[in-house]
């Protein structure tokens, strides 16, 4: 029996728990699920995220490989979700970009960006009666759009909802508010450092898969492999240590407007700020979101709730009368480079920077995981040999 800890129950933990849980027969695997919040896991970026899906809609904001990665897990997100119990919200209708006259300028820049490095990818110029046919209420207020047919859109929180029944349903073990001090690499195996009900206790696992997002961050992690220096802290040289691991803060929020009907993602190009409209079915939207270098976690400021509301209410006067419902801040993992990251030493695997892109790739990196466990199986099989 292999026994293998996932640290932190966001987005990657739940599916990476589940599906390695669901390899036990096969590969005899044991896996033990860490979170330091309750299973509701309202601390995570996953929580707090729009679920939009939208590789080109991003492409302003990201590598190729992103947008890569992007379309490819459009592809998966059915089987996964497909192999849950409950219904989640997803769907591929396209998503639509909008900028208003004044701003013509970045609507430009948007398109030809796209023309020139996404060829391969359908994008649709929309004049004023198309839009109107394709949306009517934002038909109203604009000339032209960018009609990007193949991007998407998840229900977020209603996936961790599902991932948590069945996670709970097939009995995979999940320590919820266990919250991870330290990982410890040994010379076999790590040992976790725990806090549960104000007691500090300690478990080995034979592999650690690290997907604690921004909180990677502030914990240690510990190799025996490096040398220590006089303070006792491990080295910089550490690969283990997640240095250049940042946190950009991230604000939206949650309206309800019944008298809005909008039915697809709605990105508004602006010089100052991207502003997305997602709607979440029954009246509700997410408008979002602030991107801003930060590690404050504290609640929305007046400046973002103006830009928020007063950008929802240029794309659609009905969000005049909308209900604030929520207003949301987390932190989005990130590296230097805003590239995600699947980090192996020894017996610890981390997952992380997946940054504002989440949901878009989650699938790939999944596969990408799944793929250095395997290794890792076999390498710990050699080791024995
Ligand atoms: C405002 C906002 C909007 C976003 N919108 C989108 C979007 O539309 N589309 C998209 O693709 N992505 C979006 N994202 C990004 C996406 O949410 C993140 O990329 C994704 O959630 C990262 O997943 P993760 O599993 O690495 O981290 P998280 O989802 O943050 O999960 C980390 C988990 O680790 C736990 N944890 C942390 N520290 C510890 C510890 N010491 N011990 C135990 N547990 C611990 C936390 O409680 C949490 O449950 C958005 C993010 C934000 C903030």
Redesign the pocket.
Known sequence: MTCIAV???????RLIALSLHRERAKHGYQVTL????DKS?H????????????PLGESMHSEANIVEMGFESLKLWPAILASLDEYTFFQQEGAIMVSHEQDKGDYLRVKRYLEKHYPQYPVQQLNRQQLLQLEPEIGRSFNQALYLPEEGQIG?RKLLIALRHQLEKEQVNWLSQ????SINQQTKGCQLT?QFQDKSQQANFDLVID??????K??AINSANFSTNISGNSSVNDPSKLVDLRAV????MQLYAPDVHITRPIRLMHPRYQL?I?PKGKGFYVV???EIESEDNSPMTVRSAMELLSAAYSVHPGFAEANIRQH??????AFNDNQPKVKVSNDLIQ??G?????????PVMLEQVKQSVRQWVKGSIAAVC
């Open positions: 640290v932190g129950a966001g987005l990657m933990g860490f979170d330091k919040d896991g601390q995570s970026a996953a929580y707090a995220a729009a679920g939009l899906l939208t977020n266990h919250h991870v001090l725990y997907c604690r997002g921004i909180g990677a502030k914990s803060r991230g604000e939206l997305y997602a979002g979101a602030t949301v801040c987390q932190l989005r993992p997952i992380n997946l940054y504002r892109h989440g949901f878009l790739i989650a």
